[in-house]
């Protein structure tokens, strides 16, 4: 059985610094750029080639801090952005229940969305919001306007590949007489028609986008019921916490990987349905394979904002909030960590940066050995 390659505790760099020049010799020109660029991002996190942040503190010492890359990829970059926008957020809740909707994709349909991701991630977002507006402006359920947070999630707790998006959602509807809510408290809309009125849209929407894609899913593959989860998640806020962990992160946090070997990688993760404790290993390339698969195309974005909560709709949701005497938007940013001196423990006050290149993606193409 093979050592561990550093007494440090294990990283995702680390990782990367033991099984990327075996998984670009392997695969080579194959990999996509994105997956280039995160990999030499991670790889270079908080190291020389990075440069170096500089602290002066009140006792006279000098200290020099290094660069984080900064990728939404990496495990050990964007806590302090998440709770920034985790805070944004919370603050422009409205005083309403809210809803967790969450459109997956069935199984038959992810070889498709992970060959051709930005296609189709646009596709799912566009018409997963445009099936639920058209559900909740329908008269029979709630007939009028709403407004949804969109967050773009594509892994399971152990990594395998599972593309959905979560929409939070407050429990009612803008209309011409005001604030509607729905009959039911716990049923925003009903989620069986809503699931097939979604699979429709989708069906529609990639045969005009591209038709040979289209012509690669079988027919039989279409008639399979798509699932789409409705639940009352009450103010909101708990949910808010759960989605934010997905706004600068890509599937796995850095204290969740246990061991790294010359073959392997070992990390822990959590049961959904048990809640049992669980540990997988794999070999290196194998986790990196698993890794990659959720590093989404330079640009897109992750979370999208619909209806009177779109930044288009500031006037409308402006209203809203004097029609449900919401009162002003109150908002208090997390403060970000300080930076101590190690002489005498004090907060340093910021010096100067000097930064090197950032992350710069690889070549387009590298030759296999």
């Given amino acids: 059985m093979s050592a561990l390659i550093s007494t440090a505790p294990p990283s995702l760099a680390a990782v990367f610094a033991q099984h990327w020049p075996a998984y670009l010799a392997a695969h080579g020109t194959r990999i996509p750029p994105q997956h ?39 495990n050990g970059c964007g806590q302090h952005k998440s709770m920034e926008w985790e805070a944004r957020q919370k603050a422009r809740l409205l005083p309403v229940p809210y809803h967790m909707v969450t459109f ?21 977002f566009r018409e997963s919001a ?44 803008l209309t011409d007489k005001g604030w509607i809510r729905p009959k039911d408290p716990d049923i925003l809309v009903p989620a069986k028609p809503l699931a097939v009125h979604m699979r429709n849209r989708m069906r529609a929407a990639l ?18 019921p798509w699932n789409c989860d409705l639940r009352n998640v009450g103010s909101g806020a708990k949910a808010m916490e759960y989605v934010a962990r997905y706004v600068q992160k890509t599937a796995l946090d850095a204290a969740r990987i ?3 070997s010359e073959q392997s990688v070992s990390y822990k993760w959590t049961h959904r349905e048990s809640g049992e404790a669980r540990t997988t290993s794999v070999k290196g390339m194998e986790f990196l ?10 640009g897109f ?27 002003a938007i109150v908002l208090i940013l997390p403060e ?30 590298e030759p296999t050995p």
């Fill in 36 to 74: 280039r660029h995160a990999a030499r991002a991670i790889m270079q996190c908080r190291t020389p080639e990075l440069g170096s942040v500089f602290y002066r503190c009140d006792c006279g010492k000098v200290e020099a801090r290094p660069v984080s890359c900064g990728h939404r990829a990496c």
């Fill in 130 to 173: 445009a099936a639920l507006s058209t559900f909740a402006a329908d008269p029979q359920h709630l007939g009028g306007d709403i407004g949804m947070t969109g967050v773009l999630q594509t892994w399971t707790r152990d990594l395998r590949y599972h593309p959905h998006i979560h929409y939070l959602v407050p429990g009612g509807a």
């Fill in 258 to 260: 246990i061991a790294i």
């Fill in 289 to 298: 394979r698993l890794f990659l698969q959720h590093v989404l195309p330079r």
């Fill in 301 to 327: 974005r992750r979370v999208r904002h619909y209806g009177y909560l779109s930044a288009a709709a500031k006037e409308r949701y402006e209203r809203l909030r004097s029609l449900l005497k919401a009162g």
């Fill in 207 to 224: 045969k005009e986008a591209d038709f040979k894609l289209y012509l690669s899913i079988p027919s039989k593959a279409w008639k399979k």
């Fill in 104 to 124: 997956t994709i069935p199984a038959e349909f992810r070889a498709l969305f992970r060959a051709n991701q930005e296609l189709c991630y646009d596709l799912l």
């Fill in 336 to 365: 970000k960590t300080a930076v101590c001196c190690s002489a005498c423990g004090c907060a340093m006050t910021f010096l100067h940066a000097l930064r090197h290149h950032r992350a710069r993606p690889p070549p387009a193409a």
